[in-house]
């Protein structure tokens, strides 16, 4: 099924989704030329880490990692206790360990990354929707061997129904409320470490608000 397009429902929600991770890897990242790599870093473990803050259900999953190499380690800190699923099938969609993992939350929003877009993320993303899941990419935590590739795997996935995302609108998307407080300092906490701009200004507003003020 495509994700419904307009409404409230449209909206991702920490109850309704699932997260899967696709092969963050040495080799993948070795033929990235779409996006700067730190980048893509950078954006897929603040996804992760937004993923664990809403208590998201995360699938990690790899291909080939003994000649592709393990899942990045940045990725693996935040699931320190999470082996990833290793698979020979290009298509993640394929393996039935992986459908099973996400069929057994209930969830019925996907949300993906990966490397590369082109292949990886497109082949199961497409194929989810046939199985009716609404599929939402990611695109920012998301590279491939081009700026083409990746654009033209984003066209296609769209065409097909898939929802193209970046890390930090699926992040608001799920906090929808300032007033939903729980989760706030975990987000704080990684928009300090991976927003840039956002982490920086926010801990110069932190600085200003414990400086005592001077008297001339």
């Known amino acids: 099924m495509s994700a419904k397009k307009t409404g409230l429902d449209a909206l991702l929600t920490p109850e309704e989704s699932v997260l899967v991770l696709i092969d963050h890897q040495p080799f993948q990242f070795a033929g990235l030329n779409s996006h700067e790599p730190t980048m893509v870093v950078n954006n897929a473990v603040g996804l ?13 999953t790899t291909v080939m990692e003994e ?3 393990n899942l990045i380690q940045g990725l693996q800190d935040v699931f320190p206790g999470q082996k990833p699923i290793n698979r020979t099938l290009i298509n993640t969609w394929e393996d039935g360990r992986v459908v099973d993992a996400v069929r057994a939350t209930g969830r019925k929003k996907l949300i993906i990354a990966g490397l590369w877009t082109e292949i990886c993320v497109a082949m199961p993303a497409i194929q989810a929707l046939d199985d009716d899941y609404a599929v ?14 990746h654009d033209m795997a984003v066209r296609r996935m769209v065409q097909a129904g898939v929802v193209p995302m970046t ?8 906090q929808r409320d300032w007033a939903r407080e729980a989760t706030i300092p975990a987000l704080v906490e990684i928009a300090a470490q991976h927003q840039g701009g ?19």
């Open 167 to 174: 890390w930090v609108a699926v992040q608001a998307e799920l």
């Open 48 to 60: 992760a880490k937004t993923g664990k803050a809403f208590g998201i259900p995360t699938i990690l």
């Open 67 to 69: 000649r592709g190499g």
């Open 198 to 216: 956002t982490g920086v200004a926010f801990a110069w507003e932190t600085q200003l608000l414990n400086t005592p003020a001077t008297t001339a």
């Open 136 to 149: 939402y990419v990611v695109t920012d935590a998301c590279g491939g061997v081009s700026v083409e590739a």
